[in-house]
Structure formats: structure tokens, C-alpha cells
């Protein structure tokens, strides 16, 4: 049984809680989140700190407490300090290039691929080939870099396509070619 629930969420300084009707926002100087909390899971703040409580008692309601928990830390972390996630581009003549709220692709297809970024997601790009990935919303943050990679994901041959950073990919030999005689 995980613990994760019970750990209390300490709140830092400069940071604004409202709960109110369900839905809580967390205003901090990087910007301002807010998310509905399912009605199973209870939140008390006192004193600079946030309890998740369960309404009832059972195995599901359990399992929200700790999801709830993740979720609120997050939204606290976004707007104290934000969330960076990298990619890296691998393979020759594969690069990109940032335009406003647009990066353009090349990837080994036959036209540059466009990707918009959503609203509350910043880019920058070092040497062509890495990509940094930067907001307050986690989740958010983690949907766009999961589709940036789907776009050419990395291939276990050669390892050419878009990777995160922190990933590693596992090198598969090539064929033997024909024995001489």
C-alpha cells in the first residue's frame, strides 16, 4: 500500500491557495493553475501546509487520495519553480528551428514537419538538435514532449529520430550479409 497520500504538502512562500467548490487554483509567481478534485478526496489547508483526506474509507477512494496528492504537489512545484523536459534530435540533417510558437521539423521526410505548441509551453533549441521543453502544467508539459517524439520516434537500428534525453535506446545488430564461399 503506498504512502504517498498521507505526506502533507508543505506550501511555500508567495504562493496563493484557493479551494473552493471543488476545484482548487494555485497562483504563484510563474502563473496560475487550477483543478477539479474529485469529490471522493477532501483538502484542508492550515498553516502552510495541504491535507488530502478521504471522504470514505475503500480501496478506490485510497487510490485518489495519492493521485490527488501528486497532482496538488505538482501544481505547486509548476508555479514556484516550473518543469523542463529536453529531446534530442539524432540522425544526419536532422534538425529544427523555432518560429513564434511554431517548431519546423526536418526528420527524413520529404517536406519540413510543423508542430504548434500549446498555450503555456515555451521552446528553446540548442545546436539544432536539442530541444527544451518548459511550462508550469506537468501533465501538459509531458503530453507535448510525448508527441513532439511521436512524430519520429527513435529506431533501434541506427538510433536516428527524437529521443528525451534521459532515454536509452537499445542498439539491435544489423544483418549478417551472405557468408562467402
Not at 111 to 133: E, H, M, Y
Not at 137 to 144: I, R
Not at 170 to 179: E, L, Q, V, W, Y
Request: glycine share 10%; aromatic share 4%.
Amino acid at each position: 500500500m503506498s504512502r504517498v497520500g498521507k505526506k502533507p504538502i508543505t506550501i511555500p512562500d508567495k504562493i496563493k491557495i484557493t479551494y473552493k467548490d471543488g476545484i482548487i487554483t494555485v497562483q504563484g509567481e510563474k502563473g496560475t493553475l487550477s483543478r477539479p478534485i474529485h469529490s471522493a478526496v477532501d483538502l484542508k489547508i492550515e498553516d502552510g501546509t495541504i491535507y488530502v483526506n478521504v471522504v470514505k474509507d475503500d480501496r478506490n477512494s485510497r487510490a485518489l487520495r495519492g493521485l490527488t496528492r501528486s497532482l496538488v504537489a505538482n501544481m505547486v512545484t509548476g508555479v514556484s519553480s516550473g518543469f523542463e523536459r529536453i529531446l534530442e534530435i539524432n540522425g544526419i540533417g536532422y534538425r529544427a528551428v523555432i518560429s513564434g510558437n511554431t517548431i519546423e521539423f526536418n526528420i527524413g521526410y520529404s517536406s519540413p514537419v510543423k508542430f504548434d505548441l500549446p498555450k503555456g509551453i515555451s521552446a528553446s533549441i540548442d545546436k539544432r538538435n536539442i530541444i527544451k521543453l518548459s511550462g508550469i502544467d506537468k501533465e501538459l508539459l509531458g503530453h507535448t514532449a510525448a508527441a513532439i517524439r511521436r512524430l519520429r520516434p527513435p529506431e533501434s537500428y541506427k538510433g536516428k529520430g527524437i529521443k528525451y534525453a534521459e532515454e536509452r535506446i537499445h542498439r539491435k545488430a544489423g544483418k549478417a550479409g551472405a557468408k562467402a564461399a
